[in-house]
């Protein structure tokens, strides 16, 4: 049962427009979200991140928002560049459980059209 | 600085071969993580270790698969003997405990061919 989802699996989004990364979970014991960004035949790289006790966190072009009641957040690229373009994971944790691992979605393919 | 450092970076092996995939964290942290990647399950958690002890070993598919950390600076994942289905990227991460973002810092990725 996947605790975190991301149920588009590919996104294409004209350049200079905003991209809208989507992301589910299901365990109310998560309290720390995290973006991820993965080029092919690369790791994935942090992107961004967001603790349960805020509803938004921005960095530059990306901004994080979080909707705890409904259990969804959200990555907002704007404006979207084609260097954008790659997998985007969401990832959760929950700090209580003393452990840093982190559940991961399957994935948002973002292409960026120049 | 380096960052985790995986290898082979491919590999491509028969069925029932063994296989042995390394990593060597980054200094000085001090949890290390094996995540497998496959186009149906995403990014799948196999195994956590911190200081070295495998803490969580519960995403580990079968008793085919097993890992080890010998020493701080360096991890092994094991398939024995190796099936067409696990086929995949392996990939070794780590951070560091008590980190504000807690990012977990991956490496390249060891792609797995079993044939």
């Known amino acids: 049962d996947q605790q975190v989802k991301q149920n588009s699996p590919s996104l294409s989004v004209q350049e200079g427009r905003i991209s809208i990364l989507n992301c589910d979970y299901t365990?109310?014991?998560?309290?720390?979200f995290l973006w991820y960004k993965k080029y092919p035949a690369e790791g994935p790289t942090f992107l961004i991140s967001i603790s349960s006790i805020k509803d938004k966190n921005e960095d530059g072009r990306f901004t994080v928002f979080l909707n705890k009641s409904a259990k969804h957040l959200s990555l907002h690229i704007v404006p979207s560049q084609p260097g954008d373009s790659a997998v985007y994971f969401c990832?959760?944790?929950?700090?209580?459980?003393?452990?840093?691992?982190?559940?991961f979605g399957k994935g948002t393919k973002l292409s960026v059209i120049p | 600085d380096a960052g985790v450092i995986q290898s082979p970076r491919h590999e491509v092996t028969e069925m029932g071969q063994e296989v042995t995939l390394r990593c060597k964290p980054i200094?000085?942290?001090?949890?290390l993580f094996w995540y497998r990647q496959t186009m149906m399950r995403g990014l799948e958690l196999l195994i956590y270790f911190n200081n070295n002890v495998p803490i969580d070993d519960s995403g580990m598919p079968e008793d085919r698969f097993s890992a080890k950390m010998p020493n701080a600076s360096f991890s092994t994942l094991k398939i024995q003997p190796s099936e067409p289905r696990d086929s995949a990227v392996y990939f070794c991460a780590s951070s560091l405990d008590g980190e504000l973002t807690g990012e977990l810092f991956f490496g390249e990725g060891s792609r797995l061919t079993v044939l």
């Open positions: 990832a959760a944790r929950w700090s209580g459980a003393g452990s840093y691992q982190l559940t």
């Open positions: 200094s000085g942290h001090n949890s």
């Open positions: 365990n109310s014991m998560f309290d720390y």
